[in-house]
Nanobody
């Protein structure tokens, strides 16, 4: 069974940093793109950042220059380094593959709260 487990969220003050981690099972991980999504209360889930199997990246405009996505194919891990956090970054963050039919079910996500 392939699954995703997100971790690393928490409460942080504006301007602070957090590093999110996503552990993925299954050998297919190494050959598919992966992404971080977030969902704030009352909002739809949105794609925040993606990384291709080869390491290419793309970002939501509002996080460019502040967030960095990376992956470690040897460990089946995806990371999201979040710097200069803002209250509007508050959300539940999830990882998954942005492919049309992801092999993964959605995980539980990890909560990020940016507040003073």
């Amino acid at each position: 069974q392939v699954q995703l487990v997100e971790s690393g969220g928490g409460l942080v003050q504006p301007g602070g940093s957090l590093r999110l981690s996503c552990a993925a099972s299954g050998g297919i991980f190494k050959i598919i793109p992966m992404a971080w999504y977030r969902q704030a209360p009352g909002n739809q889930r949105e794609l925040v950042a993606l990384v291709t199997a080869g390491g290419g990246t793309d970002y939501l405009d509002s996080v460019k220059g502040r967030f960095t996505i990376s992956r470690d194919n040897a460990k089946n891990m995806v990371y999201l380094q979040m710097n200069s956090l803002k209250p509007e970054d508050t959300a539940v963050y999830y990882c998954n593959s942005p492919t049309r039919e992801s092999p993964y079910d959605w995980g539980q996500g990890t909560h990020v709260t940016v507040s003073s």
